[in-house]
T-cell receptor
Framework: DTGVSQNPRHKITKRGQNVTFRCDPI?????LYWYRQTLGQGPEFLTY????????KSRLLSDRFSAERPKGSFSTLEIQRTEQGDSAMYLC?????????FGPGTRLTVT | QKEVEQDPGPLSVPEGAIVSLNCTYS??????FMWYRQYSRKGPELLMY????GNKEDGRFTAQVDKSSKYISLFIRDSQPSDSATYLC???????????????FGKGTLLTVNP
């Protein structure tokens, strides 16, 4: 257990629905990252927060995706109008630049 | 060409064998090199990190970085069935005048250690 928690652990949704995932980081870590991992691939960077500021977004993050980190604590990732291509494991990580600790992930299945 | 290349395997070895896992990379800005272990349907677990070139040892695990060749390795000695997992290399560093230290991962190598 890294101390990073994610909820829900698994989400099944129908195409076109909106979904929201939550990440609760290790409390003293001000850096928070979201990654996406598809089957047979390594995780790919989506977005990065330092405290409450979202400082970088990957081109993978289309305008259907939005992320927030109010007050620099927990973070949410919302996907609007889900598509089958959004099916993946969504991972949250916090930590130092060279020691990122991952949560267990949220597995999204879009039917 | 992807920034980080990793042979996906699968790799199957007998218990007690020495395992060698490798990654190559193309971006010379990478400074931090990490190895993660990922069990099926779980999040990646940090095993080791190394800064710049050199070796680092932790129990049965040894990480090596050769920046001149852009090549990193993870060695597992006396491999155990519980080591069966996917091993991911990851890297980060300064780019474009700054860095958020986002990680760039290889595809992962699936390792099976047979009793």
């Amino acid at each position: 257990d890294t101390g990073v928690s994610q909820n829900p652990r698994h989400k099944i949704t129908k195409r076109g629905q909106n979904v929201t995932f939550r990440c609760d980081p290790i409390s003293e870590h001000n850096r928070l990252y979201w990654y996406r991992q598809t089957l047979g691939q390594g995780p790919e960077f989506l977005t990065y927060f330092q405290n409450e500021a979202q400082l970088e977004k990957s081109r993978l993050l289309s305008d259907r995706f939005s992320a927030e980190r109010p007050k620099g604590s927990f973070s949410t990732l919302e996907i609007q109008r889900t598509e089958q291509g959004d099916s993946a494991m969504y991972l949250c990580a916090t930590g130092l630049p060279y020691e990122q600790y991952f949560g267990p992930g949220t597995r999204l299945t879009v039917t | 060409q992807k920034e980080v290349e990793q042979d996906p395997g699968p790799l199957s070895v007998p218990e007690g064998a020495i395992v060698s896992l490798n990654c190559t990379y193309s971006n010379s800005a990478f400074q931090y090199f990490m190895w993660y272990r990922q069990y099926s349907r779980k999040g990646p677990e940090l095993l080791m990190y190394t800064y710049s070139s050199g070796n680092k040892e932790d129990g049965r695990f040894t990480a090596q970085v050769d920046k001149s060749s852009k090549y990193i390795s993870l060695f597992i000695r006396d491999s155990q069935p519980s080591d069966s997992a996917t091993y991911l290399c990851a890297m980060s560093g300064w780019r474009n005048g700054g860095s958020n230290y986002k990680l760039t991962f290889g595809k992962g190598t699936l390792l099976t250690v047979n009793p």
